[in-house]
């Protein structure tokens, strides 16, 4: 019984330098992967942050649509130059996400500058950091400015902001016309329910 108790104990120190060495190469094993996943998280997290940023300016690109729509419609002449493919295509592609909401926000803002002088006087009161209910205010005067516009009317005043934000950066450039775009938006739609009573009312009559 002593002579086992002494074997074993004899033994224990090997098993335990065979055991740390075991453990030392299983460690040297794992060491390439934890390189490899710690240099590859930061590209990888960067990425995502960048298919965030271009999906958010994709939304925003197809939401600056109805503005940029009776903007270009009154001022063609300010449309920037376009790409020879689809248009499709290059949206799809991650570079023309970004040229496509560059071109579209600045056309806006180019066009809001040209039919400015036809906004009333009192559009300087909605000229920053618009809210929904100035949005929409300043969306039913886009209107009747556009109008006026296209009847040849003499321009009253001289040019002024529109939907400028107190930031500054694109983005938060963006942010406004888009709040003025979902006005417009919102301005049509009502047009369009209103319209479809009228109709209504009068097939009822007839």
């Known amino acids: 019984m002593q002579q086992d108790v002494e074997h074993q104990a004899h ?16 460690d040297d094993e794992r060491a390439p992967g934890h390189v490899l996943v710690g240099a590859c ?39 920037l130059p376009r790409n020879r493919i689809s248009p499709w295509a290059t949206l799809r592609r991650s570079h023309g996400v970004d040229r496509r909401y560059y071109r579209r926000a600045i056309e806006c803002r180019d066009g809001s500058v040209r039919i400015s002088p ?30 006026a516009q296209a009847e040849d009317r003499e321009a009253p005043h001289g040019a002024v902001a529109v939907a400028v ?12 016309l888009v709040m003025l775009s979902d006005a417009l938006r919102r301005s049509a739609s009502h047009r369009t329910e209103r ?4 109709e209504d009312q009068g097939s009822r009559r007839g």
Not at 54 to 75: D, K, T
Not at 131 to 146: K, N, P, T, V, Y
Not at 165 to 176: E, I, N, S
């Open 195 to 198: 319209e479809k009573r009228t």
């Open 11 to 26: 033994l224990a120190p090997a098993v335990r330098a065979q055991d740390a060495d075991g453990d030392e190469e299983l």
């Open 165 to 176: 934000p107190q930031a500054k950066g694109l983005d938060a450039d963006v942010r406004q």
């Open 41 to 79: 998280y930061p590209a990888a997290r960067a990425r995502l942050s960048v298919m965030r940023l271009r999906r958010h300016r994709r939304g925003m690109y197809h939401r600056l649509y109805p503005l940029w729509s009776l903007l270009h419609e009154a001022y063609p002449q300010d449309a």
């Open 118 to 147: 036809y906004l009333s006087r009192r559009t300087e009161m909605t000229a920053t950091n618009l809210s929904a209910s100035s949005a929409d205010l300043l969306a039913d005067r886009l209107c009747a400015a556009l109008a």
